[in-house]
């Protein structure tokens, strides 16, 4: 997959390996210019999909938990280790 392949089209022997890492490059750095330019926007997002998970998510996940526990306790009866 990695071999020594090389691509001719730029008139110097880039290797696929040596093109996957400019791309990647190229993408990377494109995010990080667009993070930091949007910190605010990209900061706040974060703070509502907290709050989201706070008010919502976590609560049902944490009844989920209790109601799970509440069954393997009844399945395997009140030992202190499920296995």
Same mark, same amino acid.
């Given at each position: 997959?990695?071999?020594?392949?090389?691509?001719?089209? =730029?008139?110097?022997?880039?290797? %696929? @390996?040596?093109?996957?890492?400019? $791309?990647?490059?190229? +993408?990377? #750095? /494109? =995010?990080?210019?667009?993070?930091? %330019? @949007?910190?605010?926007?990209?900061? $706040?997002?974060?703070? +509502?999909? #907290? /709050?989201?998970?706070?008010?919502?998510?976590?609560?049902?996940?944490?009844?989920?938990?209790?109601?799970?526990?509440?069954?393997?306790?009844?399945?395997?009866?009140?030992?202190?280790?499920?296995?």
């Amino acid at each position: 997959m990695f071999g020594q392949n090389h691509f001719d089209g =730029f008139r110097s022997h880039l290797s %696929v @390996n040596q093109i996957v890492a400019l $791309v990647l490059t190229i +993408i990377s #750095v /494109a =995010f990080a210019l667009y993070i930091l %330019v @949007n910190i605010k926007q990209i900061t $706040v997002n974060i703070a +509502i999909g #907290v /709050a989201n998970l706070l008010t919502a998510g976590f609560p049902i996940l944490l009844f989920m938990i209790v109601i799970l526990t509440i069954l393997s306790r009844a399945k395997w009866g009140n030992r202190r280790r499920l296995w």
